[in-house]
């Protein structure tokens, strides 16, 4: 089955910096790949994705980029604000249904 | 519409008994799942359904039962509680009638402790 690792596990940044978490798949038949963002106590929700026949996509300050030949994607924050800390989980679906493989998160804490 | 309402929110089991996690979404999503986390270790899909009447497991099967009579609902069953099914679960539901993958939407949890 899919494996997908997640790093780093925490990360702080100021105010105003970018922040970057990256991600690896080991499945080549995934295509589909979200990142949620999960507050404390609440539902995981979907901040961006990206299919596998492109390589970068942008909404405001959140980007992600999927590099397909070394399977692996990556989430970046830029200009952080306090409000984006939260805990933030990557994911893989490998076309076969309602299967997501997720990371194991990284708490991202911004510091005012 | 509601989205995907789970219940109970939170349930304390002791070890041994069984009970029934509910699921239920009005979007008339095709796809639903369940997950459950647990710190450090991330979402870890448990079970999931591509239609009603279909169910396949997933990474974490073993102690729950699904199964998926209608459209709406897709209930979870811990078959006898044990300490390592202390967690919190989440159900998802997607939709997919086109054989495009698209985002799963969570309810709201349900944090179990079994003891």
């Known amino acids: 089955g899919e494996n997908v690792e997640q790093h780093p596990s925490t990360l702080s940044v100021q105010e105003g910096d970018s922040a970057v978490i990256k991600c690896t798949y080991s499945?080549?038949?995934?295509?589909?790949f979200p990142w949620y963002k999960q507050e404390l106590g609440k539902r995981p929700q979907l901040i961006i994705d990206?299919?596998?026949?492109?390589g970068e996509k942008k909404d405001q300050r959140i980007a992600v980029t999927l590099n397909k030949t070394a399977k692996h994607f990556s989430l970046h924050i830029t200009e952080t604000q306090p409000e984006d800390s939260a805990v933030y989980f990557c994911a893989a679906n490998p076309n076969t249904g309602n299967q997501f493989y997720f990371g194991t998160g990284t708490s991202l804490t911004v510091i005012p | 519409n509601a989205g995907v309402t789970q219940t109970p929110k939170f349930q304390v089991l002791k070890t041994g008994q069984s009970m029934t996690l509910q699921c239920a979404q009005d979007m008339n999503h095709e796809y639903m799942s369940w997950y459950r986390q647990d710190p450090g270790m991330g979402l870890r899909l448990i079970h999931y359904s591509v239609g009603a009447g279909i169910t396949d497991q997933g990474e974490v099967p073993n102690g729950y039962n699904v199964s998926r009579s209608t459209t709406e609902d897709f209930p979870l069953r811990l078959l006898s509680a044990a300490p390592s099914q202390t967690s919190v679960y989440f159900c998802?539901?997607?939709?997919?009638?086109?054989?495009?993958?698209?985002?799963?939407?969570f309810g709201q949890g349900t944090r179990l402790t079994v003891v």
């Open positions: 990206i299919r596998s026949n492109v």
């Open positions: 499945d080549s038949a995934s295509n589909y």
């Open positions: 998802a539901s997607s939709y997919d009638s086109r054989g495009f993958d698209t985002e799963a939407f």
